[in-house]
């Protein structure tokens, strides 16, 4: 651009330009439009790649809360699983279950202590002091 001004100046002041330079000297508007328009499509892509890194981040952010609630939900399962197995340690619940009262379903003595030792298995004992 500041070639193109330079040969409209030199024009101007009566200088003798070749053929190449009046062409471009003709063409200098079109020159500036074409700059310009240049300039805005780079704003616009620059615009575009914040939006887009923007998304990213939030798509990432998104997925990584969705894998964390996936674990709480696997965690409280497991919760719920080993205190429901923990209470077959308990003396009055296995009572329950060998008569099949008080809410509990009959459960024969052998299957019965399957589950106990499962739950001794899978349940590790707590220090009630910590």
Request: proline letters at 2%.
């Amino acid at each position: 651009q500041l070639k193109l001004e330079d040969y409209k100046d030199r024009l101007k002041k009566g200088e003798a330009l070749n053929q190449d330079q009046l062409e471009a000297v003709e063409k200098y508007d079109e020159v500036v439009h074409n700059l310009e328009f240049a300039k805005e499509l780079q704003k616009t892509f620059s615009g575009l790649s914040q939006d887009l890194l923007k998304a990213q981040r939030k798509a990432q952010r998104r997925e990584t809360l969705l894998k964390l609630e996936a674990e709480k939900k696997k965690l409280r399962k497991i919760l719920q699983v080993q205190y429901v197995l923990q209470n077959f340690t308990q003396e009055h619940v296995q009572k329950d279950f060998k008569g099949g009262v008080n809410g509990a379903i009959y459960l024969p003595s052998k299957e019965l202590d399957y589950l106990i030792r499962f739950a001794k298995l899978t349940c590790p004992e707590r220090n009630e002091n910590l």
